[in-house]
């Protein structure tokens, strides 16, 4: 008997989940490049909040994004679980750049 793995883990769900994290992740970020900029001024540091603020609403769209389309109708949820496992790791490789970017950043 040959398991799907597939079957076993609900990609969409994981993909949101990520988003979430990267959420907070980039809530921390904002908040130390904004302390920064006030004793920093300086083109580098406008660009990191910025940058961040731009991951940001991209992470919330993808939230409202999946959401969205989940709940409209079966061919679109079927639609979403065959890309969910893309999204799943493209927010798992962001979370785990984002949360290397706050440990560098805190320290």
Known sequence: MVIDMTEMFDYT???VLFAFVNII?????????AQNL???????????VFVAAMLLIQNLMIIGFWSTLYMESSEFMKTVDMVSHYMFMINLVQTVGLGILVWITRR
């Open 13 to 15: 769900f994981a993909a």
């Open 25 to 33: 992740l980039l809530g921390i970020l904002i908040t130390t490049y």
């Open 38 to 48: 006030r004793i920093i001024r300086s083109y580098f540091t406008i660009g990191m």
